[in-house]
């Protein structure tokens, strides 16, 4: 089976075959918080989390949802035409919020004719009943996609990042968002410390007896003013190379399931913030680095990474 341009089950390659064209993000800001910030679980996030709650690409949040959309949409369509678009809550924890501020918010967005799809950046301990329940509703009106901070299945590594949940804890929400029919996507980070490689691919591995239907490979980025930050300052932990990463990622994309939909499998932190490394930056030069090895494989001559064709 081929993929189109890319060598692997891309998000790109999905959405035309959904919905006939390319679908572009819109970053949106629900205005809330997470329970590893507030006080409910701890006060310093997770060790690598900005202030920003990783939502600096994101409208701002002192405009109204329609109007963050109609901003996003203006500043994507300077560059190109486009038609359709996903609506992604990215700052924090998108469902940490009283159920009907969550209905108000996400049936805002839903509402654009324009929007495809709906997508909310949360986490697994803050899906309970009420919420799923909306969800559920709103999945009837257009897909509904909940966006999983993982980033690793292993647990020392997860008390490490302060996490905040336990495996069990993830699994149980997978199954509940599956029962309510709703598509879930993981966010896994490659080179966390102390992980080996082995230990990042049996995440990947473990991902596969999920039943997930995305995954976000996101390399770990060392932002100011984090504890992530003070830690690096303190012990120069090694941190991926380059050409490291491209390996890494390849080897990843091998070994997850082709029924998987790639959404990521980089990432740019904001310049004004980024400590280390510094080569990923340049994220097209990232991008091109990764096909360019696919293609040195041999993996891309009328063959999928994952399959052979028929």
């Known amino acids: 089976m081929k993929w189109g341009e890319k060598p692997y089950h891309s998000l790109d390659f999905e959405m035309k075959q959904r919905f006939g064209e390319k679908v572009y993000r819109l970053a949106l800001n629900g205005k809330m918080t997470c329970p590893n910030r507030d006080g409910t679980l701890g006060k310093g996030g997770c060790i690598f989390c900005s202030e920003g709650g990783s939502g600096e690409f994101a409208a701002s949040a002192l405009l109204s949802i329609p109007e963050q959309i109609q901003l996003q949409k ?3 369509r300077q560059k190109r035409p486009v038609n359709r678009f996903i609506a992604y809550f990215q700052a924090y924890t998108n469902t940490y919020a009283p159920v009907d501020y969550l209905e108000k918010i996400f049936t805002e967005a839903v509402s654009d004719p324009e929007v495809a799809a709906l997508s909310i950046a949360t986490r697994p301990d803050v899906l309970p009943p009420d919420v799923l329940s909306l969800l ?40 509940n968002l599956r029962a309510c029919g709703i598509e879930v996507i993981v966010h896994t ?5 102390n992980e080996s490689r082995e230990q990042m691919l049996e995440t990947i591995r473990y991902l596969n007896t ?35 990463y491209v390996d890494l990622v390849i080897s990843c994309i091998e070994n997850l399931s082709p029924d998987i939909v790639v959404h990521r499998i980089t990432g740019d932190g904001p310049g ?3 400590i280390a490394p ?3 930056q340049s994220k097209r030069t990232v991008l091109n680095k990764i096909h360019a090895s696919f293609r040195e494989r041999q993996t891309w001559q009328g063959k999928s990474y994952h399959a052979k064709e028929n």
């Open 210 to 244: 999920c039943h997930i239907q995305g995954i976000k490979l996101q390399l770990l980025h060392i932002l100011k003013n984090t504890d992530l930050a003070a830690y690096y300052e303190r012990t120069h932990f090694p941190v991926l190379s380059m050409e490291e």
């Open 74 to 76: 203006n500043m994507i």
């Open 136 to 175: 559920q509703r709103l999945n009837n009106q257009k897909p509904v996609w909940v966006e999983l901070g993982l980033q690793t299945m292993h647990e020392e590594t997860a008390r490490f990042i302060r996490r905040g949940y336990d495996l069990p804890c993830f699994e149980q929400a997978v199954q």
């Open 272 to 274: 004004e913030l980024l």
């Open 278 to 280: 510094k080569w990923s």
């Open 189 to 193: 980070i490659l080179g966390l410390p």
